[in-house]
């Protein structure tokens, strides 16, 4: 047989007979493609630049040593140099600096300084060198100068020989621009000046944040890692690149994995768009396909023949989404940079680079769900019956194939088993499987659904107008939803579809925006929030200053937080450690606890109280009653799990202590910040006024806590407004196909309309015969896309984001948003059968009954 | 060229449709099958090409059993040795006339070069790149026709070809059909209602409940 001719005509045939559906089928496709390819480009070329960035300060060491607590003293270093096996040794004092002016933008207002030996840094990371003008060459040792990154000097607005000035502690320091750090990457902020001038200028004498070592070769990495390790102690630990690397992976990981699902939600709806542009056009063309089956097609012909049909789908829809998923990608990077508005990947400027493995990934993702959108349909046309299809006017069963309400249990109870799972390297993998599952298990149930529920309309109806008086229209629309579920069910599937998954996304973030918003009432009840840079390892309210802001008479209560970084497990980010006044009687009336807590009476004498985060739970395995240890002042402390507690403001764990506790552990009686109650009597303004007035009020940070609140929230909508962009494509894609299904289902029905119009139905009954069928459908989708989005919100709420970002929600819902998008749905959905049936009525009504289609 | 051995079936809900039906069928013969409507006359031509099963009783095309062939095996001796003409015309709307005849040559690997032959014998030529939109119901029954004999098959099935035209085209369609079948050298079967079709045919069978009996044509023209 020659097939390829043969199939060549068929499939160009069938085009030019339904070019739009085709193209709009191949827009879905692209879209989904261009979408997730776009988000991969981004996320890929903005981690490897940041990764690449973060390398770049390393430099080209075998092992870095660290301390738990960020800074660590110096004295290690001589014994270090001493270690047999090291070749070369490179301190470094790498720390943030917080730029006087606007601190309310949301964006981040610190600037990275690294203080290095240029000596020693020559031989281990050159691309921290200064690069010094011409005439002064010993810049690179004063103790007044600092070398800037280009991205920095541009975001700073300085030039070399210029001024620049930084907050430490209460204090201001000016420091002169020397030169420029002219190999770091673009994009990247930073500062390097020599250390012992960083120690001293910066209040970190005597401290190191890092000692960077080059081992002789043939050393063994591991082996003189764990050697090393050992000889320290429990409060160092030594690191090499790949562990930094996955480090930085994991920091962001959820957030891009997440992205990418929601760009496969979109993706899924265009093979839905696929899956019943190609259902309706095989029941369209049973008979066609009868006779194909009659000359000689065999049905793994006919098969074949659909397959390819949704393969040229595919490839054509792969080709054009990889292409427009770049133009996607460079133009998200050229106008919001390379963190798609997320924080992880702050002032990168990333170049787009295309990997095949990855597009070949993406096209035959691509491909792949435009097969599976085929192969019903395919299946359904090697099914025909040529016989009958050839003499009858059969309406297909693609939908009804797969109906079988144990299919659909099974789906459903996979479901449920698979949301009990954990997740899989802190991924929710079965979280999102139990989603997959759950639409497909309430799409498999809707034929048989729909046939119930307009069974049962049709009979009420019949009941209810049991004297004859039901109108040949309402029977007409009742009966075709009832004994023709097969079709209804492909344009109800794209309703349900694309509504379930907006429901779902809606309940989500809503659910999420309120909850943050909760948080941040319970987290910020003073009045105003009062902050000074740190002042080296200190914070910057020392105790002085502390004892003159409490006897300020308009403030009625101040409370002060400490705040530091800790580093409890190298392979992870860094936790926060806050320590605070926190009520000893009744500890919710500070923190956000979640779940139960222990009093402090019930704890014995010796024992300290900490309050974790949810994420330290899942990450760190801590519970309520448990023993932990932490690193407090310069050794590692024990304390008692006494609650847990909601953060959604550090994804990667923090803790909390009484202040009193710290400080008793510690020593360190400094803090960074200030939590204010006015007097009734005292505004806003005076209160600012007051502030400013101290000796070092120019230094400090201070800010309303309504106004965190709303850039806070401001912040958070930013983040989700790529969720949202793609939510809005996804429906968009899901009115397609409700469109898609619709216009074939009408064309299919021509003979239909062209014989009611024969028995005497007026055109525009038939018009409101199909508003009515579309209205009813639709409102039936959106009743089940509601109750399914509900279930698919429950997954995302308390298994998905708690899996993936460490922290839980309550579950509140847009009751209004949900009424507004249903009732957009319906209109559009009958105005979309409306227009479709406009089309079909309007063609000759003879040619209609006559044509053998 | 086919042979009916004791052919025997009932649809679902038990209804006999057909009894131990017994006939052979010469090469180059041309036949016309009339009978009331139910009676089974498109059950026999589902089962002469092997649509269909019969319960009992073996058809057999050339020495060959197709109701024992399984579905591949019966589509390709189908595809090879059978030609259709239905009432509705079926041709597929969106390829062009020459592609519509041309399906039968292509799916038995044969050159296309017949197509423009049968598009002047059914007296359409010059317009093979129409598309049947473009056509009356009686060219579309030409096209119909030429398509079922491109491909030179031993036996053409014709199953009520006249029902949808009007008297006049009715006649020069089973005019034409005869003549392409004898041209062709093939058998014909012609399922119709209709005297005055059936006498076109070399013999009648009238089917009843009891088999087939052959009839001569009472009215040829």
């Given at each position: 047989m020659n097939a390829p001719i043969l199939s060549g005509w068929l499939l160009l045939g069938e085009w030019r007979a339904r070019f739009l559906q085709a193209i709009v089928a191949v827009m879905a496709i692209a879209i989904g493609v261009a979408l997730g390819f776009s988000i991969h480009l981004v996320n890929a070329a903005a981690f490897n630049e940041f990764s690449a960035a973060s390398k770049s300060l390393s430099g080209q060491s075998d092992l870095q040593v660290h301390s738990k607590q960020k800074y660590f003293d110096e004295l290690i270093y001589p014994r270090l140099a001493q270690f047999e096996g090291v070749r070369l040794i490179n301190p470094v004092l790498e720390f943030m600096v917080p730029i006087p002016g606007d601190h309310n933008s949301g964006n981040d207002q610190?600037?990275?300084?690294?203080?290095?030996?240029?000596?020693?840094?020559?031989?281990?990371?050159?691309?921290?060198?200064?690069?010094?003008?011409?005439?002064?060459?010993?810049?690179g040792l004063s103790d007044d100068a600092i070398f800037l990154s280009p991205a920095a000097m541009e975001w700073l607005h300085v030039k070399q020989g210029d001024t620049v000035q930084f907050n430490v502690g209460t204090q201001t320091l000016e420091l002169r621009v020397a030169g420029g750090v002219t190999r770091a990457r673009a994009g990247q902020r930073i500062a390097v000046m020599d250390i012992g001038a960083a120690q001293w200028r910066f209040n970190y004498l005597g401290l190191l944040s890092r000692i960077e070592l080059k081992l002789d070769d043939g050393v063994h990495h591991e082996a003189f890692k764990t050697e090393l390790e050992k000889e320290l102690g429990a409060q160092f630990f030594v690191t090499e690149i790949v562990e930094q690397e996955a480090r930085l992976a994991s920091m962001s990981r959820a957030y891009r994995v997440n992205l990418n699902m929601l760009a496969l939600v979109a993706l899924f709806t265009g093979a839905f768009l696929v899956f019943s542009t190609q259902a309706l056009s095989v029941a369209r063309r049973r008979s066609q396909f009868a006779l194909l089956r009659v000359l000689g097609f065999t049905r793994q012909h006919l098969m074949r023949q659909v397959v390819a049909e949704g393969i040229v789908l595919g490839v054509i829809g792969s080709f054009c989404g990889l292409a427009l998923g770049y133009g996607f990608a460079a133009l998200a990077i050229r106008f919001f940079g390379g963190d798609l508005g997320s924080s992880f990947f702050p002032g990168i400027q990333p170049d787009l680079y295309i990997s095949p493995a990855a597009a070949l990934v993406y096209f035959a993702v691509g491909l792949g769900v435009t097969i599976l959108g085929t192969v019903?349909?395919?299946?359904?046309?090697?099914?025909?019956?040529?016989?009958?299809?050839?003499?009858?006017?059969?309406?297909?069963?693609v939908i009804d194939s797969v109906s079988v309400p144990w299919s659909a249990i099974v789906c459903l109870s996979l479901a449920l088993l698979l949301a009990q799972l954990p997740s899989v390297y802190g991924l929710p993998v079965f979280g999102y499987l139990a989603i997959a599952l759950l639409l497909i298990g309430g799409l498999a149930l809707m034929p048989r659904f729909a046939a119930w529920f307009f069974s049962f309309a049709l009979y009420w109806a019949n009941r209810r107008f049991s004297c004859g008086k039901l109108h040949a229209t309402t029977l007409m629309v009742l009966a075709r939803l009832a004994n023709v579920p097969g079709q209804a069910s492909v344009a109800l599937s794209g309703v349900l579809?694309?509504?379930?998954?907006?429901?779902?996304?809606?309940?989500?973030?809503?659910?999420?925006?309120?909850?943050?918003?909760?948080?941040?009432?319970?987290?910020?009840?003073?009045?105003?929030?009062?902050?000074?840079?740190?002042?080296?390892?200190?914070?910057?309210?020392?105790?002085?200053?502390?004892?003159?802001?409490?006897?300020?008479?308009?403030f009625s209560r101040i409370d002060f937080l400490r705040y530091q970084q800790l580093v409890l497990d190298p392979r992870r980010p860094e936790i926060t450690l806050i320590a605070r006044p926190i009520d000893s009687a009744d500890p919710r009336n500070t923190l956000p606890i979640i779940g139960e807590f222990i009093a402090p009476e019930e704890l014995s004498g010796h024992e300290r109280s900490i309050w974790v985060s949810e994420a330290m739970v899942d990450l760190y395995g801590y519970s309520v009653g448990k023993q932990i240890m932490i690193p407090v002042g310069n050794r590692l402390q024990s304390f008692i799990v006494a609650g847990i507690w909601r953060d959604y403001g550090r994804q990667f764990g923090a803790v909390?202590?009484?202040?009193?506790?710290?400080?008793?552990?510690?020593?360190?009686?400094?803090?960074?910040?200030?939590?204010?109650?006015?007097?009734?009597?005292?505004?806003?303004?005076?209160?600012?006024?007051?502030?400013?007035?101290?000796?070092?009020?120019?230094?400090?940070?201070?800010?309303?806590?309504q106004t965190?609140?709303?850039?806070?929230?401001?912040?958070?909508?930013?983040?989700?407004?790529?969720?949202?962009?793609?939510?809005?494509?996804?429906?968009?894609?899901?009115?397609?196909?409700?469109?898609a299904s619709f216009s074939l289902q009408m064309l299919s029905r021509s003979k239909e309309f062209g014989m009611l119009r024969h028995i005497g139905i007026t055109r525009s009954q038939v018009l409101v015969v199909l508003a009515a069928e579309g209205g009813l459908l639709t409102t039936l989708g959106v009743m089940l896309g509601f109750v399914l989005g509900w279930c698919i919100s429950l997954i995302l709420i308390f298994i998905v984001n708690p899996q993936s970002f460490h922290w839980t929600m309550q579950l509140y819902m847009p009751w209004d948003w949900l009424f507004l998008i249903a009732g957009v749905m319906l209109i559009s959905a009958s105005i979309t059968a409306l227009v479709a049936g406009r089309r079909a009525v309007s063609g000759s009504v003879i040619r209609a009954v006559r044509e053998d289609w | 060229m086919l042979e009916l051995r004791r052919v025997s079936k009932a649809y679902m809900g038990g209804r006999q449709v057909l009894s131990n039906l017994t006939y052979t069928l010469k090469a180059g013969e041309y036949v016309a099958v009339m009978g009331e409507s139910g009676i089974g006359k498109s059950t026999l031509l589902n089962l002469v090409a092997g649509l269909d099963t019969p319960d009992s009783g073996e058809v057999m095309i050339d020495g060959v059993a197709i109701s024992e062939?399984?579905?591949?095996?019966?589509?390709?001796?189908?595809?090879?040795?059978?030609?259709?003409?239905?009432?509705?015309?079926?041709?597929?709307?969106?390829?062009?006339?020459?592609?519509?005849?041309?399906?039968?040559?292509?799916?038995?690997?044969?050159?296309?070069?017949?197509?423009?032959?049968?598009?002047?014998?059914?007296?359409?030529?010059?317009?093979?790149?129409?598309?049947?939109?473009?056509?009356?119901?009686?060219?579309?029954?030409?096209?119909?026709?030429?398509?079922?004999?491109?491909?030179?098959?031993?036996?053409?099935?014709a199953d009520e070809p006249t029902g949808n035209l009007d008297p006049d085209t009715a006649h020069d369609i089973l005019q034409l059909i005869r003549a392409e079948i004898k041209k062709n050298g093939a058998s014909g079967i012609l399922v119709t209602h209709s005297h005055t079709a059936a006498a076109t045919a070399d013999a009648v069978l009238v089917m009843t409940k009891h088999g087939l009996k052959k009839t001569e044509p009472v009215e040829r023209e």
């Open positions: 610190r600037l990275r300084i690294l203080g290095i030996d240029m000596f020693r840094a020559a031989g281990m990371s050159p691309d921290l060198l200064g690069v010094p003008a011409e005439d002064r060459l010993m810049d019903l349909p395919a299946r359904d046309a090697m099914r025909i019956a040529p016989a009958a299809a050839l003499k009858s006017s059969q309406e297909n069963n579809a694309s509504f379930c998954l907006m429901v779902a996304m809606a309940i989500m973030v809503l659910s999420f925006r309120v909850s943050v918003d909760n948080w941040l009432e319970h987290v910020l009840p003073a009045d105003l929030y009062v902050r000074a840079a740190d002042s080296g390892k200190q914070g910057g309210f020392l105790p002085d200053e502390q004892k003159f802001l409490t006897e300020l008479p308009e909390q202590m009484q202040l009193s506790d710290y400080q008793e552990l510690s020593n360190d009686m400094s803090i960074n910040t200030a939590a204010v109650w006015l007097q009734s009597k005292v505004t806003m303004d005076n209160a600012y006024d007051i502030l400013h007035q101290l000796p070092y009020g120019d230094t400090l940070e201070i800010t309303q806590s965190i609140r709303d850039t806070s929230l401001k912040i958070f909508d930013r983040s989700f407004a790529v969720t949202y962009l793609l939510e809005i494509i996804a429906v968009i894609i899901g009115l397609l196909g409700v469109a | 062939l399984d579905d591949a095996a019966a589509t390709l001796l189908r595809r090879k040795t059978l030609g259709f003409i239905f009432q509705a015309f079926h041709i597929l709307p969106h390829l062009t006339l020459k592609q519509n005849i041309a399906l039968p040559l292509l799916l038995n690997d044969l050159p296309v070069l017949r197509v423009e032959q049968m598009l002047a014998e059914v007296g359409l030529s010059g317009r093979g790149n129409h598309f049947p939109y473009q056509l009356s119901g009686g060219e579309l029954q030409r096209v119909a026709i030429a398509r079922a004999l491109v491909h030179r098959p031993k036996l053409v099935l």
